[in-house]
């Protein structure tokens, strides 16, 4: 569940933002080649995610997350645990 | 207050209570004239009344005094302007004014402090059970509030306090704030000794370390900061500190490594406090931030201290009974959520650490981009569909701060519309930095208007 809902607020914020989704996957970088993200967007991303998930992994996971899949993994994490 | 003098009067009579350009006054001598206030006061029948003086040995006088027979003090800045004291002493019901300045002119009577200290000792055994006074919030615009506190609660936070009479204690912050109050009872409750020059300005304190023999200081980072400064300027090398404490602002890493350089084996503490809230943590390791052991979760249930959305929130401790004015308390049910209140501090927890990351209400630090909120909230408020529009800084770990903004649409908007309002919003703040463009935009149906903050940091 949380997971589904942090895939569509990337999905939202990728609209925002003007990047395509079409390729998306889990392994998609979100930095360098992958999404491109840099700090202002990635800050963008992480109160998106906040705001609807009550939490997000660039300011509560140990390292910051690398690819699309590492955010999701976050979510699976924290609604298992 | 009037307990803590007793106490260090009755063991101590000789030792110098309090320094200032006026001269020394042992806390055997602070006590007589305590009562003689006392007697003054309750001759002329003053319950409550302000206070606009600048030496601290009187204003210790005044307020012990008052504390004994149970009137109430509020003190106003020494060098208040004329009609700005007497439209604040208006707003807060003062109808008597204890000065020595000639200048203050309104419908209140005027008493000379040294007339009051001239009159029959009051001879009570102690004070009564309600022990007032009554503390201005600083820094104020428009209208001033004042909180309501009582001695006996305030006197717990110095319970504990051991004598050490060869302290002496700078009085860097003005008395009539809550951090000077704290400075000026740990002093008795400790029978050390406060040097007290005015003006209270950093070089100041400067002149107090080299010849007055300070060995504790209690400032705000920005005096300490200064306060270095100019010993270099002078040249001067400052003489070893026992105690250097640190509040009102978060303290900087590179500050504190300055202060252990200047002050070889000194013990330095950071104070988290406010004047309505009293003070809610302390921390002596030295590093930046709380220990986010401080803050209230299920193993530890009884903290005065959580955060929620970034913000510091705080609960009472050693705190206020009220404002002044009871129309100003819940004015602003925003910054209440049940007994916790909004600080107005951004705050941001890393490797077990509350790092303060500045003020809500201020510019916000961006990455290291300062964002002024106003250009972007006027950018945003001249959009035909935005009724009104709050830009503050919303604490993120990446940037440290990012731009966020509270927007109420015009009338009622449906999900398309508000899509549609984001556009416009992103349009209209295309034109600055990027930084300065909010990151986070949410749609609410009224701002709460709150102007100057309930909730601040002043600290001992």
Known sequence: ?81 | MILLLERAAAEAPDHPAVVTGEGTTTYGELRTAARRVAGGLVAQGVTRFAMVEPDATRIVQLLAGAALVGSEPCQYQADMAPAEFAAQAESLGHDVVVTRRTDLEGPFRVIDPDELAGAEPDTRPGPGEAQPLLIRTTGTTGVPKAARHDWSILGRTVATVSPRPQQRWLLAYGPHQFAGLQVIQHVLASRATLVAPFPRQPRDGVDALLTEGVTCVSATPTYWRFLLAEARSRGVALPALEQATLGGEASPADLLEELRATFPGVRVSQVYASTEFGSVASVRDGRPGLDAAVLHGEANPTSHLRVHDGELWVRAGAGMLGYADASTEAADPADADGEWRRTGDLVEVVDGRVLFRGRTSEVINVGGVKVHPLPVEERISALDSVAAARVFGRANRLTGAIVAVEVVPLGGADDADLDRLREQIRDAVADLPRAWQPRSVAFVDSIQTRGDKTVRRVEA
């Open chain 1, 1 to 81: 569940m949380a997971v589904e809902k942090a895939r569509a607020v990337i999905a939202e914020f990728l609209a925002r933002a003007g990047k395509s989704s079409d390729d998306l996957s889990d392994e998609t970088p979100l930095f360098g080649e992958g999404l491109a993200l840099d700090s202002l967007e990635a800050a963008e991303l992480s109160v998106m995610l906040e705001d609807v998930l009550g939490t997000d992994p660039f300011s509560s996971a140990e390292q910051l997350p690398q690819t699309v899949g590492d955010i999701l993994a976050f979510y699976e994490v924290s609604s298992s645990a």
